[in-house]
């Protein structure tokens, strides 16, 4: 646990990638295989199951700090994270523990099935053996909250450093449905063949937002435009006869588009295409709105009724492996080349659509394109060019979104929240509303909520204003004095009937804080009802 907590203390307090990478290489050189195998595990949101309630551990923290339950709970708002105060509340002592990080996770598993006065022995205990980070760290296993702040990407440099092992190779090793408890370290990283797992997805290539138009990236003839689908990424892998689904967050949604299965019957094995999940009735001529999927996510089992009335398809953009080989370094045009002729001569009913690109020679025609992108249920263009390979995250240069500019409108803010982390003493989570009723008569309705796209000074500007505006508590969330007008930007807007509104909004964000605007010229329930009625 010490080791562990050391390379902890290193990432959390620095902000440098180097430090990190080397913090990270230098653990994966010296930690045994178990530890490090289970670092992996944890810093890619592998998390152990939360052994104790958080009730329990804010009643036996109290107890043991000699405080009064009231008191720890007025901290926990103030700090925001419930392992940081009990280690802040706990009376200080020295680490006297040398189990590993590995051997903690065993025992708090066996834990985890024992009663609550089993469990409150082996917390205090805990507590009582453990000092300073490691106390910290146990707090975040036990509450199944471990979280690090360090990316993927840089894990996966550092074990490349670590292993002498190409750096995309560690990527694709760290994809797929692993767990320490079913391979090893040799296995996951050192074993020959690391494609072992049929199910086992390639990391995903995102594109960077094109921010002022394409004309900086020179000779239109050098790339390709197709639309950018409102759905969910998604990888569809067929291999050994049968066929996996992966999101782009790598999780596992296979049962969740059983018609995707159909794919066997028309793709041979050793595929893997990229491409977008979305709802596609048969015979339509293009894919439903982003609403129509909605029913389908967070579903691990879909009814018939739902199958039928939104039956989803993969519409492929890109293949990442054809006849099993990998096929990420082929240029992107002859990538495109292949999946056009597996695609083909694929049945209407086949769950597959080939997603079309877009002609164009020159770049303004390619932008009256895409202003008529919302038509087509799509969020934009994606440009790419024509010789690129297929990269791992996040790579600047050769793939591009070029998104429509968002829908906006203007809003009150009336409800305020504090926010958690880095933001606990921050107020940083709004519920926002407009004008509804006759001029002489209107109130305000709320109909979203929103906690990004200010910036750290004006969050803190309207802290201090909801700090002396505040007209009602309801625990941590406070009613404030209808007074700043927000423009609230998002992707799309639907029906609702959960909604006081009648309407929901799709990745609301703040984009501007209107200082010049007074409150009664937000916008109306009606604005919102004539945008549902264009855009939903």
Aim: net charge neutral; with cysteine; charged share 25%.
């Amino acid at each position: 646990m010490k080791q562990f907590a050391s390379l902890f203390s290193t990432i959390d307090q620095s902000t440098k990638t180097t430090v990190k990478v080397n913090a990270l290489t230098a653990y994966f050189n010296a930690a045994d295989d178990i530890d490090k195998l289970w670092t992996i595990a944890l810093f890619s949101g592998r998390r152990p199951k939360r052994a104790v309630t958080t009730t329990r551990l804010r009643e036996w923290g109290a107890e043991v700090a000699g405080i009064p339950l009231w008191l720890f709970e007025e901290c926990y708002p103030i700090v925001g994270d419930l392992a940081e105060t009990i280690a802040l509340v706990l009376p200080p002592n020295e680490t006297r523990d040398n189990r590993s990080i590995s051997q903690w996770i065993n025992d708090l598993r066996e834990v985890y099935k024992a009663d609550d006065e089993a469990k409150k022995a082996f917390v205090l205990d805990a507590w009582a053996r453990l000092g300073g980070t490691e106390r910290f760290i146990f707090n975040k296993l036990i509450t199944g909250g471990m979280r690090v702040g360090v990316s993927q990407k840089l894990m996966t440099r550092a074990l490349a450093r670590a292993t002498d092992r190409d750096e995309a190779e560690m990527a694709h090793r760290l994809m797929g449905n692993w767990h320490p408890d079913d391979t090893t370290w040799h296995a996951l990283i050192e074993a020959a063949d690391a494609s072992a797992d049929a199910s086992r997805p390639y990391p995903f290539y995102l594109a960077y937002a094109l921010e002022d138009g394409p004309e900086p990236l020179g000779n239109p003839v050098d790339w390709r435009a197709e639309w950018k689908w409102d759905g969910i990424r998604g990888q569809l892998i067929l291999r050994d006869g049968e066929y996996f689904v992966w999101s782009r967050g790598e999780e596992l949604m296979t049962d969740r588009f059983p018609e995707l299965a159909r794919a066997i019957d028309h793709i041979p094995p050793g595929t893997v295409l990229d491409g977008e999940l979305l709802v596609w009735e048969h015979g339509a001529d293009g894919p439903a709105s982003f609403n129509a999927l909605q029913a389908r996510i967070g579903r691990k089992t879909v009814p018939k009724k739902l199958l039928q009335t939104a039956p989803v398809v993969l519409h492929a953009y890109d293949l990442l492996e054809w006849q099993g080989k990998d096929m990420r370094d082929t240029p992107f045009a002859q990538r495109r080349a292949v999946l056009e002729t597996i695609c083909g001569n694929l049945p209407p009913d086949a769950p597959l659509r080939l997603s079309p690109q877009i002609g164009f020679d020159r770049w303004d025609i390619l932008a009256r394109t895409r202003a008529t992108a919302r038509e087509q249920n799509a969020e934009g263009l994606m440009l790419k060019r024509a010789d690129s390979p297929y990269l791992s995250g996040r790579k600047k240069g050769d793939w591009w979104k070029w998104k429509l500019d968002p829908l906006t409108i203007d809003a009150v803010m009336i409800y305020a929240q504090a926010g958690s982390g880095r933001r606990a003493n921050l107020f940083t989570d709004f519920t926002f509303a407009v004008w509804n009723g006759p001029p002489e008569n209107r109130n305000l309705v709320p109909f979203t909520k929103a906690y990004s796209g200010l910036t750290d000074a004006e969050f803190r500007e309207i802290t201090a204003w909801v700090r002396k505006n505040t007209l009602q508590r309801f625990g941590p969330v406070r009613q404030v004095t209808p007074h700043h007008v927000f423009e609230i930007a998002f992707e799309g807007i639907q029906a609702s009937p959960r909604h006081k509104s009648g309407v929901a909004l799709r990745f609301p964000r703040m984009k501007r804080w209107r200082q010049d605007k007074p409150l009664q010229e937000a916008n109306t329930l009606d604005d919102l009802n004539e945008m549902l009625r264009i855009y939903g």
